[in-house]
């Protein structure tokens, strides 16, 4: 998609060509480059780099630029030759790395990509462990179901731009195309020096194949560019995508959307579009199929990044304020093209969500409150390495349009039909490589299983000759991922998939290790809800040397340590926001084996909330007068005692409640000496008196409606006789 691609860093911002600018050294060269480059004048631009690399100036300023223009214009195989380039120079930055990666992608080269794309992520901050891209994995889930769809190039393409079909009724589509060469060299434009963009129609055969093309008449084509666009449902009224009458401060023509009337076969009255800008390119509208909601593309600010997909609603004849999307369809990169089928389901173009190089196209099923769940890639063949766009179906869900510059095609983007046999389906994967700790080396033909957290097995599999295992998962569930080798302790890993539809893929590499000495092992998760915990410092102290060592937990909570043989630890967890816990692991008496610390305590965690309180389950009182703790009571403050003492900067209030029966003072005196009690049992056990203050507050706050004068039961009455904790402070 050389025309759509070379427009993505400020979404289809075009220009008027310009003239060469005259020879001269190297220098003079790479100067007029930079004019025509900072005016996304791309293909003159290149023109001048070229020149100057030819005569010597292979700089790292040169060959970015070279990368830069050829990516822009479309021309990725050049870009890789470039950006191998541009990687190599020691004062490279991050997005050179990911640029990079975005080449090879596009190129088909996914394990090289992959490899560029993780050197990129190690470079961002990370919680947890190391980022993964998956960009071969992904690259095999959307390669499997080549069968879903059937593609069909179709006669009306030229070596030219064709591209952006939308219906017009049900027997003609309009198209965008440059095929128009007959005014000259002056409709040429400089980014990509092809002809300018105009609108087209073609009649629509029931096999799906598409008439002579007609050039719109009237006023929906201008002298500069126009489309893609969009035509109401009754036919009546066309959106349409074009150069905005003004230039930018910086001198830069964007795009506008603008609406054209039908007038018999012309369309007349072009109207501009009430949010059109001329710092920030507006385009690629769409029409919701009731005509109440308009789409469409845009790099304004206080978007996500690159262009993002915003909608305007009806407010009775006037267009309401444009609302972005949200990161369930945009992305930090470019979203383009939206369309919206007869279901609801929005369709569109991105390079932000996994896919398989350049722009994919993505389906966006409906969700409440006109908003859309998280994309789902289409998938090949309708979807490659290269740049595949502007995807349209009728309202039986089977038959449509898209536009691809996929190779084998006429020339530029090409217009393809399509036919779609069974509706689309989000698929998750959990994959990862079993790696033999020893020697660093991915182990392949082992046998890998799947399993629920009760330990049934769900699946199983064998690692590739890379080492690399793969598997189907469901959202909201959790599993275990085990691994057995000879000669190895068993290895593992643990997977929730609350949050799975955001990447699609989880990533779970497996590590084995000999099968000799002691290793302590584990899993940590939240605590009354789904998940594991991710960055979690899990410390290892040896009670004897006081040797110690730490890890951080991954997206799967896990964490393993090598003990000493014979000896007593201390393992303490930690991490903001969470209750730290110390537990004691002995391994006196074991000389080989693994300590799985989940068979032993429940290893959930809860997060420390300020203000809210907790009640205790066993601290009663042996009579209605009492301030004696029985055994129980003292057995839950001991737990709270040690809590406090491992998390030391929390401050807590020691709440005693009673019910509103009798005398109120006389509740209000007993509570207070209660929660005395229950705060002199804590600092016995340890705790700072400074970090505690102790509160009774007879009935006066109550949890139910068994106020004085009402008639309630004895275990009405007893809720409100309760013990609670709550945190009032973190101290640094």
């Excluded at 401060?249 to 018999?264: F, N, P, S, V």
């Amino acid at each position: 998609m050389r025309t759509l691609r070379s427009l993505l860093p400020l979404f289809l911002a075009l220009l008027l060509a310009g003239g060469v600018l005259a020879q001269g050294s190297a220098d003079a060269h790479i100067r007029a480059g930079d004019q025509h480059f900072a005016q996304l004048a791309y293909a003159p631009a290149m023109q001048e780099y070229r020149t100057a690399a030819d005569l010597g100036a292979v700089n790292e300023h040169v060959s970015k630029r070279l990368a830069e223009c050829s990516m822009k214009l479309g021309d990725t195989e050049e870009a890789e030759r470039w950006y191998a380039l541009v990687v190599k120079f020691l004062n490279r930055e991050p997005r050179d790395l990911y640029a990079y990666a975005q080449a090879l992608k596009s190129n088909g080269k996914y394990e090289l990509a992959e490899e560029w794309m993780d050197r990129y992520l190690a470079t961002r901050p990370q919680e947890g462990g190391p980022q993964r891209s998956n960009i071969t994995s992904f690259a095999r889930k959307f390669t499997e179901e080549q069968d879903r769809f059937t593609i069909t190039a179709l006669p009306i393409n030229t070596p030219y731009t064709d591209m952006g079909a939308t219906w017009c009724g049900t027997d003609q589509v309009i198209f965008t195309s440059s095929r128009n060469e007959k005014v000259g060299i002056r409709r040429h434009a400089a980014w990509n020096d092809q002809p300018f963009l105009d609108l087209y129609r073609a009649s629509r055969d029931p096999d799906g194949t598409l008439g002579t093309p007609v050039r719109l008449e009237g006023k929906a084509n201008s002298p500069l560019h126009d489309g893609p666009a969009v035509c109401s449902a009754d036919g009546s009224t066309l959106y349409l995508t074009r150069n905005s009458a003004t230039r930018s401060r910086k001198g830069i023509t964007r795009l506008g959307i603008y609406r054209a009337r039908r007038d018999g076969s012309s369309w007349s009255g072009v109207d501009p579009f009430l949010y059109n800008n001329s710092e920030c390119s507006v385009g690629h509208p769409a029409l919701s199929p009731d005509g109440k909601r308009l789409y469409f593309v845009s790099d304004m600010p206080g978007g996500l990044g690159g262009s993002d997909i915003y909608v305007c609603r009806d407010l009775g004849g006037q267009w309401g304020e444009p609302e972005n999307l949200g990161p369930s369809v945009n992305t930090p990169y470019n979203e383009m093209t939206p369309f919206i089928a007869a279901d609801g389901t929005l369709y569109f173009s991105s390079d932000g969500h996994p896919g398989l190089g350049g722009l994919d196209v993505f389906a966006a099923p409906p969700a409440a409150g006109d908003r859309f769940t998280t994309a789902i890639n289409v998938g090949a063949p309708l979807n490659g390495p290269k740049d595949d766009h502007s995807f349209i179906i009728d309202a039986a869900g089977k038959h449509g349009y898209f536009s691809s510059n996929r190779p084998g095609g006429q020339g530029d983007d090409d217009i393809y039909a399509f036919t779609m046999h069974r509706p689309l389906e989000q698929r998750f994967l959990c994959t990862g490589t079993v790696i033999d700790d020893e020697s660093g080396t991915p182990v392949p033909e082992v046998a890998v299983e799947l399993q629920d957290m009760g330990g049934a097995v769900l699946a199983t599999t064998t690692t590739d000759a890379r080492g690399e295992y793969s598997f189907g998962v469901q959202k909201d569930k959790e599993y275990r991922v085990v691994v057995r080798m000879k000669g190895r302790y068993e290895g593992s890993q643990h997977l929730s998939t609350e949050r799975i539809e955001d990447q699609q893929i989880a990533a779970r590499d497996i590590h084995l290790v000999p099968d000799a000495g002691v290793w302590l092992r584990g899993a940590v998760r939240y605590k009354d809800r789904l998940g594991f915990i991710q960055g979690m410092t899990v410390s290892v102290v040896n009670l004897s040397s006081f040797y110690s060592e730490s890890q951080v937990t991954g997206e799967g909570g896990d964490f393993s340590f090598r003990l000493q043989a014979n000896e007593e630890f201390e393992v303490l967890f930690e991490k903001a926001g969470y209750y730290s816990r110390s537990l004691p692991v002995s391994s006196i008496g074991i000389r080989n084996g693994v300590i799985d610390l989940n068979g032993a305590f429940d290893l959930s965690f809860e997060p420390v909330e300020l203000g809210r309180p907790v009640r205790l389950k066993f601290v009663k009182w042996a009579d209605d007068r009492s301030t004696t703790l029985d055994p129980l009571a003292r057995t839950e403050l001991d737990q709270l005692a040690e809590r406090l003492k491992v998390n030391p900067a929390l401050r807590v209030e020691l709440a005693v409640h009673d019910d509103a029966r009798g005398d109120g003072e006389a509740r209000l005196k007993l509570t207070q000496r209660r929660a005395q009690a229950v705060v002199d049992h804590l600092v016995a056990k340890g705790v700072p008196k400074d970090r505690l203050v102790a509160k009774g507050y007879g009935g006066t706050r109550l949890v139910n409606h068994c106020v004085p004068g009402v008639q309630c039961t004895e275990a009405e009455h007893a809720e409100n006789r309760r013990v609670e904790y709550t945190v009032t402070e973190i101290r640094p």
